[in-house]
């Protein structure tokens, strides 16, 4: 692992750490196959431009917020973004957590064959639920129990739990 280390100003750090990230890319292509890259913004972009250039390719993670509003999926992008979604047209795959984002990513253009949904999971195996008799009126003991913490928005899927006595 490799920080690529960059000066914390407004516009010209951005501009810094971009160029010191395409360097790396280029100085170590040897030493790796592939990149992938989480959250698709100016990094996502350079790496799909230079993985082109490289013959590398690039799998760009997609998983809401950041890329839904004011991103690159955003219904109305600004010019920056319309811009950055143009470079990351020449990733090898894009990588969907939903099938909402999905959608979106071939609504603005991205071939089919390339958006591969790849939902966050989480490894229940790993997570032994102990079962316990609850009080009268409690869901059954044998009822799977969850909390959820994150926005309550679509794309998250959220609707598909079902909701007991617990208000959203």
Do not use: W
């Not at 914390?8 to 592939?34: D, H, K, Q, W």
């Not at 079962?131 to 899927?157: C, F, N, Q, S, W």
């Amino acid at each position: 692992m490799r920080r690529v280390i960059y000066p914390r100003i407004s516009v010209v750090g951005l501009f810094v750490l971009l160029a010191r990230f395409t360097a790396l890319l280029v100085s170590r292509r040897r030493e790796y196959t592939v990149i992938h890259v989480h959250i698709a913004m100016h990094m996502a972009a350079v790496a799909a431009v230079v993985g082109q250039m490289l013959a590398k390719p690039v799998i760009i993670k997609i998983t809401g917020m950041t890329e839904l509003r004011g991103g690159i999926l955003d219904p109305d992008p600004n010019l920056r973004m319309r811009v950055l979604r143009r470079c990351m047209m020449g990733s090898a795959t894009m990588q969907a957590t939903s099938e909402y984002i999905r959608d979106r990513l071939v609504e603005v253009g991205f071939p089919p064959d390339r958006v591969v949904l790849i939902p966050n999971a989480v490894d229940d195996a790993r997570f032994a639920v102990e079962r316990t008799v609850g009080r009268p009126g409690d869901a059954a003991p044998d009822a799977m129990r969850a909390i959820y913490v994150g926005r309550l928005e679509h794309e998250k899927g959220v609707e598909v739990l079902q909701i007991g006595r617990a208000h959203v």
